[in-house]
Every structure is written in C-alpha cells, then in structure tokens.
C-alpha cells in the first residue's frame, strides 16, 4: 500500500497517519519528495484495504499494491489447475471442452433430440436451464425439479456430462444432486450468499462473468467459491455491457489472456450471451479457441423459431456441426485438441 | 411490435411469418414501402417478444413498440405513489425524505451516536447494515440478527424510521421482523427470487439500481415487486458504472427525470455510493433535491477513520448538518419541504 | 512514480532499472516488503511518463503520482479563474452565465428572434452553430461563414457576447474574426492541432468533453490551450457515453466538482446534448446550478418543429423563461446571482 | 420510419403528422391498434431524419428502419471491397495484410532496422507515425516531414507499402505526397473535415474506430470518404472504451463479424492498441485472424525500453516472428493466406 500525501501536509498529519500504520502492526516507510511526499506501507495490505485511509487528514490518494485476491492467483498456484467434470471429462488441461444445449429445457424429448446431435458434434457437456433468470416476471421462469430430472436422464442416457444454473441459495442441495456442474450466471456474480453456498460443496462451478464486472472481480468472486473450500471452479467470459448496440453484449475476448495471467483457472467463453445473434457466434468461437480459452457454452436449438428463449441466438445443429468441425482444425494447429 | 424484412424477403417467408401472427391470436398489418416492407402487428405485445422472430426466414429486425412494464408505469398509475415507511413518515409527494446514517452497523453505542446526530440535522430515516455485500470474502461481513436488533433499538428509542439491506431470500422474514423498510442491494437488483420474495411482504421495499442497469431495467425488477403485491416500492439511483473514475460510480441524475416520466414511483439518490467521496456528497445532494428526487440516503460516521466500511464516502455529522441546512432551503425554493 | 517489481524480480533486474532511473536524473528509493519490493522516484515525474518503464524485465507495474497537468491545476493557480467573454460579461465569479440560442444558424430573421427571447429571459451570450458537425455527410453542414456574420450582426444588434463552434484549425482565423468565444465540440476535444491553434489567440474557449473522456483528459486538453499561451478555457461538461438509453448521453454531473477541486477553471453544462430531449433539460438544468456550475449553455428554438437540427432537445423560448426564473432562484439561495 | 403515437394523442393531432409526412413527399400508412396507433411512412427516410418528430404533439417515439449509410453498405455493393494498396499488395480478399513497425519513427536507422524485421517475418505494411496525437502538449509530437521522408526511403527500399497517420485536414496532401496508405486516428474518426479531405484523394484510408464509436457510426465516418469519391477504405478495430481496466482498450472482437455483415468494406485489427500490453497482443492477433479479420496492424519495435511511445505495448522482433508463424497457419487453415 502506498500513501500519497497532499503537498500542504502537515508533521502533525504525517504523525498521525504513521501511528497509524504502526499500530496497525505494520512499517511505514516515509519518502519525501521535490513535490509529494509519500508513505510506503510494509506488511500484509488486507489489514490497510479496509481502513480508510483516504480519510486521514493530509492524505491525497491511498494506491494499493497487491491484487486483493489470494487463493486464484498464478501467484499462489503457479500451474493452470485441471478440473474434472464427471464422466472423465476434465477441463483446463490439452484438451477443450465444449458445452452445448438448449437455453431452456422445455421437455425431455426435445432435450434428448438436441443431446443427441451436441453430442454428434463432438459436445461432451449438455447444457439447459431448469430454473431461469428473466427480466420480466411474466416471462416462463422454467420448469424447476421436472427441468433437472430431464437434464439428468438425458445426460446420463447419452453418457454427457450436465451443467445447469442454480439462482437461489436455497437450491445448491437440489440441484448439485442432479447436475454434474452449477453454473452461477451473470445476474448473480456478486449473490455472496450463493457463491458461499456453492463454496461448501464439492461439484464444479462455472462462474460467469457479471456484465458489468471487471476481470478482477470475477476472480474475487472465485475467491469466495475457493476460500469455502471449493476449488474446482471454472471462469467465463459472456460479454459485458458497453455502449455498442449491434451485438447483444461485447465479448472481452482479451479476458482469456488476463485471466491466464493472473489465475490458475480455467475459463471458458459463452459466444451465444455475447453477441446474442446466431450468425455472430461461429466467429466468436473461433476466435475464442485461438486465443486459448479452455472450451465453449453455446446454445443449440432444433427449433429455434420454438424456443421458449434465446431462440435468436440459438445454432441450429447442422450449423453448430459445421462449427465444430472447424473448431476441431483450429485446436489441433494450435496444439490442443476437442 | 414491427417486423422489418430483408429486402430479399420472399413471398413465402413474408406469408410464414403472417401466419406465424395469427396463430398467436394477433394481427399482423402488412405494409410495403420502396425499400423495406414492414409487419405492423396488432394486439398485446407480451406474446410476441418471448417469441425469437429474429429467427425466422426474410426478417431483419423486431422493433417492440411497448414498454415491457405494466404495473409500475406511469400509463397504469398517472398519479405520483405516496409511500408509508411507517412512524408517519411517507415519501413520494410533497415531503423530501433523509434517510441516513453509517454504512456498516458495527455497535449499539456508534450507532447511538450517529443516530442522534443525523436525526438533529433532519433526517426521519435512520440507515444501517446488518448483512453487507463484500467484493472480499475476508472483509468483515456485517453483524447479522444482532446488527437489526441494535437497528430497531436505536430506531424506536429515537423515533426514527429504519432501513437495512437484505441480500438473501432467506432472510425477508427475519428482516422484516426488525427493520421498516427493507433494501435490496444494486447487485441484487437482478436477484429475482430475492425480488419475488419481497413481493410476497408488505413492507416497503429501497430497489437501488444495478450499477450497469438501465432505468428501463431498474424498471422491470419493480415491476417483480409490484406483480408479488406489494406496492410499496422506492427506487434509488446511486450510480453507474462507466469509464470515469474521479468518482467511484457516475451519478446518472438524468434518471430522476427519466424515472419520473416513465413510472409513478418515488425516486431518491445516493450520492455517498455514487461518489465515493465524502467530499463530493453535498454537491450531489443539492443536484438530487434541485432536480426533483423525493430524497436522499446519504452514508454519515461520527469517526470515519475507524469506519469499518465505506469510511471514505462518510460525511461526519457537522457536515452533514451544514449539507441539510442547505438542502433545506433549496427544497422549500422548490416547492418543497424536508 | 512508483514502481512495483514482481517477487521474482532479481538482483540484476533491480539494478538495472535503479540505474535507468539514476540515468534519468531522477533518485530512486528502494523499499523491500515482505511481498513485493517497491521503487519510489523522486524528481520530476514527466521524464519517466514517458519511459515504458512497464517493459522492463522484472517489473510487475508502474503507478504515476502526480497529475499530468500543470497549468489548468488548482496546485498551479489556487483562486477561481474569472473569464472575460467581452460586452462586459464575465464567468467563473459569482455570476452565473446562460448562454442559449438555436443549434444551428438557420436564417438571420430567425435567429433575431430567438435570440430576443433568450435575452430578455436573462441569457447573456448567444449561441448558434455555423459549421455543424454531422454524423452524415448528406445532412446540412451549416451556413459557414454567413452564419458567422449573422451571429455577429444580432450579438451587436442585442448586446449579446456569441459563442460559435471550430471545427478545423484552418477556420481560427475567420471564426475567431466574427464570434467573442470559440466553442471546440466533443468530437474535437482531442484534435490537438486545433487545440494548439486556438492556444495562439486570446478569444475565449469553450472546451467540451469528448464523449469518452475522463474529467483528467479534458484538463490534459484544456493543457493543451494554456501551454499554447491562451488561459481563456472554459470547461463543459454535456454528458457521456454510456450503456443507458433513455437518454443521448448521460449528464455526470459530478464532474462539477471533480473538476472544481482539480482544476482553477470555470466549468459549464450543456443539459441540451445530455438530455437529448427537451423535456429533461429544466431539471438537470437546476441540477447544474444547485450543484455549483458556473453557467449552461442551452438550446432553444422559437419552432423546434423546423428546427434543421436538434429540434428535439430544443426548448421553446416559453419553457426557456419559465425555467430561467426558477434558475434566478435557486441561484440567489446558492448565494450567486443569474 | 415509424412514428409511435402516444395512447392519448388527438385526432387532430394525428392529422398534424400525417400532414407533415405528406408534404415532405413521403406517404403515411395509418395503423390503429389495440394501445397504440402508429404511422409507417414510405418513401426515403433520409428526409425524415432530419425532421423532428419526435417534438411533434401527440408522438410517443419515432423509429428508424433503414441503416443511415449508403455507399458503404453490403446492400449497396453484395461482393467484398478488394483494395489496392500499391507495390501489388491488396486487401479484402483472400491474402491476409499485416502492417507492423514502430509507434513514432524516431530516426532513420531504427526505422530501418525494424522494417527488415518485419520484412522478414511476412509483414507486407510499415507502420510509423511522423505527426503523433499525444494527450500531453509536453509530450513529443512526432518528426512531422522528416518521418514522412524516413518512411518513404525505407518503404522503397524494402518494397513495403507504408501507412502513417495524417491528423489535420492542412496535411492530407503533404502526408499523401508520401506515404502509401493514409491513417485516420481514433480521435479523429469524426473529424469530418478531415474525413471530406482524404474522400478527395484516391490513396487508400486506414479509417481506426473512435474509442466511444459504435461499429455504426464508424461507417457512418466511412460514408463521408466514399461520399467525396474515394472507395477505398481500410475499417481498423482498436479496441473500445469500457469500464474493465486490465487492458487499454476492451477488442471488440464481434466487430468483424458486424461490419462484414453490414458492409462490402475490409476491416483489420489493432491488437496493439487494444491490448496497450505486448504479452496480449499475441493472443488478440490470433483471436482476429480466426474470426476473419482481413490483415492486422501491430506495434513492433527493437528497443521497446528506448521508444519514445508505447514501448509498453510493442513486440520485440523475435516475438513478432514467432506470432507470425502461428498466424501463417491460422490463416491456412481458415482458407486464407498470409
């Protein structure tokens, strides 16, 4: 932590603040300046970032020097962590995952029809939502237990792992006992309560990225799911909100490298959220898997003109097979494989 | 909704997408210009836009004509709502409401204090967390039931109305048990069955606004409230997220008006989120009253060096006093009272 | 300056750097944490500005002290500039000055007439765009300089100081021969050359912010006209970018004061091209005022409805008047005058 | 154009805009529905842009339905733009185009030392800026006429195209006197004088997104160049202004997709720009050529701890080299070439 004093800072002020940091139990180290002086602060930052130092008289500005993260740091964890998903997929090492299904589960047929081809595709996760964060509170909010029971028979008929969202704290026991991944969606980055609670379980969870959170706060909110104890947990860039209008979200392609550089965890990016149009995804997967994400979330629909939501930025499964072939090219030139 | 099509569109698309309408129980008014021939469609919009028509063959673009809120707008209710906190305080008409006190409630005797300092310069509302939203899981997480029993105390003792955050579903009941109104969190403001929850309760409900929310947005997660039963919402801007960073969060002033227009729900400001600063606070707060607000809350520490949280933004009460001296007199110019 | 190193940072590493900075002429301080080792520099920060200290081997991150700017700083100049506009108007004291009229120069018959009527309404300065910046090249571009002599002839005429937008360095000359203050638009705030050109003469300027910058870089280009010799700038704020729509920009209102704290120099708003609708602009308006701006330049056309540009942002001289006199008041209590 | 009415707009109100509509030449088709009425108008919108109607009594929203650009357009022109960049380097069809080079041209020697590196990794463009947009008035601005001269020399005698930046409309003919391809800033994509100036030329414009620009109004700028009679335009995606900090810029990566949808124009990336960080450029310029980007634009320079700007974000040449030979097989397995 480093403190920038005013240039009209007083003995008395500069006393005050040291004291303060010395009672704190940590060393000051003063440096004064032809124009500032300023206060370096030795020892653990953590017990600084709450105080609020700015407040001290004399204080100009407070700059801390650490990340505020700890356990999700590269610093912490030099190798990039593998996690495994059930059914031997493991995600975060040589091999990227690709995860795929419906927005919605509407009925277990039309699941099963929409597994089937994912997984023809070369999909080893399925994808739906049972219970379904919508903006309007008259829109269909998702078929609950029934949608995880479906999710659960499919996934296991066709040997697929599943992930699914869960939005309540009061769900973590339900749906961790029929899904092999929780997903926490955007909406809910910074829901503590349920980010603790899925911390306290042992099943992966995809953390999306807030649409208005930095890339560092999404590693804060990891923190919360490993400081629990839980540390299998995969990131997920979806786009953040911008001024741009042509596409639903912008894709922070540049999350993946900044993730990488400063975490051991996976991440993945969600091109269907991010542009919100179908025609857009298939590029924004591309450039997803060049950049070196560690697989994919993509909404497929038999039916999109059907679907209950997302239909507009659903692929169908002759498009997403196109995809994926494509897909698999660019993994293996780029050393990885699908 | 208007259905723009390609220019290419062909007759067939054109009569799939006609009958796709009249399937719904809807008109479609078709309507052929130089460029472009358009759908008019005719009826109630709810059952089109879950409906993807993006997708379907021949369409460029859906244009929805309606807002997508109904119980909250002010086409509903033409009247402003007045809303009891309770004590005999109401806000939303002629009376400008001060709602005030220390981010965090960390004792009995520093709430006390502060307590009776903001209740002299004005304010009926007393503030306080009990359960706080921490971007650090290592953070000091709030004092739970024993920081609302310390809430009410103080409250009755000193007569004023009080407000605390409630961040999980599972709370509402113990909550509301203490507090007068309950607060839900800008990262809770897309929390749906957090907001289903306090729709199901009578009390009064402080939405703040998501920091990358739009009114509209903001708009919407009322409207879950107001759907549950209960009327008696209060919207708060207290900034968004942009590029800027002088302040903490940009205050969106603009949304006073925006709100005002589009819904007859009362609307205050937080300008000790929205700045970050204490310093900045008194400025935001005449713009708020100035412009029409129908209050403010506003974070007060009678010792904000040793503020557990948002110390930096905390006025102490001799400035808060000269803050409402000053407010007061630009309320009543305005035609109004604090 | 401070320079963090990485915890793997060697000997050699540091040396080299340490010796970078000796090289500079600038004395570094070496600081040893039990996490990070850190280097203060002491000496003029701009030599390192722009050193890409960041590419050294061994460096984690470098974090400026100091503002980038100099002569537009409270530091450089403690008091308030006051700004002579001519016809005897000053801004930047205890007046506060209106400056309205048309966006665009249309004919002189009608600018005659509006500028009547923000006249006698209390405005002192007439503005009025003869070269208009246009997103499309088909739109009408502005009468050029017949505009700029019918802005002159109806300033004289009423009395009224005018203020006219430069669009290209080449115009400095005839612009700068017509008009009492030279307005450079959002879209210019970093179009150095014309800053440096309007740094050459003495004429007032209205610098506005670019809707993507931070307060810190209109003061950068606010730099640029002082260090060219012209300390005539006045700032203007009239709103920003974001991701809300209800609104053409969003108004951040804050920067009154960020601004006021940073810098010496006399700040405006423009509530017109915030709001993007006529309807908002009396309240954010009064916002302005209670807040502490020094002035508002605001639209105002006699028939919005054939209005060539911005007529919907436009007020009618009747909604301007109303507005002005309850401008005058909330003024008088903020103890300034209109 | 559609004009929404408001529930509670007159008859006579309605035949005020009809009215409107008809003497502007244009046709108004009448919809009354079950909340609202609306009027779609026939015949060229561009009429109606310019016409606020959003004033008008009685109106509620006016909706465009045509995209405002014209020449730029896939409509207008269905195949890709294929432009000549001269010394038989084209771009926009199947080769992929890199420009590489320094920021700044310092001085003849390290320009030319640079460009065999470049050369030699498969970079057909140099880059180097003679007039640089520095946000400091301290800052250096650049070697002006001796770049220029620099950049000639050395482009000649390696057989590079050159590209460099023109800033004011008073140099298009001095810095066309010498380079290849002329640059379009950021900060001056609505510059539109400067726009008018190079539509005069037929050199080739690197035309770069303006920070707070959507993909939209860069081709609304475009429009201005091919609207003066010079087809050939380079779009440039460099990254947009967000609120995520990791990264200078956030890449929009979904850009390419967008503006090769809605536009025959060829679009590079400047990874260099939107990173701001060399160690996230490799990653950026793969992510590009994946997705179908047509060339890309990348800082490189051999002393990065000597340049004189943004030597932070500038690939070393082995770096270079070695990206280029990752992209080389991207680009072959995507059906192009580099």
Known sequence: MIIVLRPDATEEQINHIVSKVQKLGLTPHLS????????????????????????????????????????????????????????????????IVVMAGPCTIENIDLLYEIAKEVKAAGATVLRGGAFKPRTSPYSFQGLGEKGLQYLREVGNELGLVTVTEVMDARDVGLVSGYADVLQIGCRNMQNFNLLKEVGQIQKPVLLKRGMSSTVKEMLMSAEYILAGGNFNVILCERGIRTFE???????????????KQLSHL?????????????????????????????GLIVEVHSHPEEAVSDGVQSLIPSNFMKMMQELKILAKVSGREI
């Open 266 to 294: 996976p991440i993945i990016i969600d091109p269907s959220h991010a542009a919100g149009r179908w025609s857009y995804v298939p590029a924004l997967s591309k450039a997803a898997i060049a950049c070196g994400a560690d």
């Open 245 to 259: 209008d042509s596409t639903r979200n912008t894709l922070d392609i540049s999350a993946v490298a900044v993730a």
């Open 32 to 95: 004064r300046g032809t124009q500032r002086t300023i206060i370096g602060v030795i020892g653990p930052e953590d017990v600084l970032r709450v105080t609020p130092l700015e407040v001290f008289p004399g204080v100009e500005n407070v700059i801390p020097v650490l990340a505020p993260f700890k356990l999700v740091s590269r610093e912490f964890h030099k190798e990039d962590s593998v996690i495994e998903l059930g059914k031997g997929i493991k995600i975060g090492g040589n091999k």
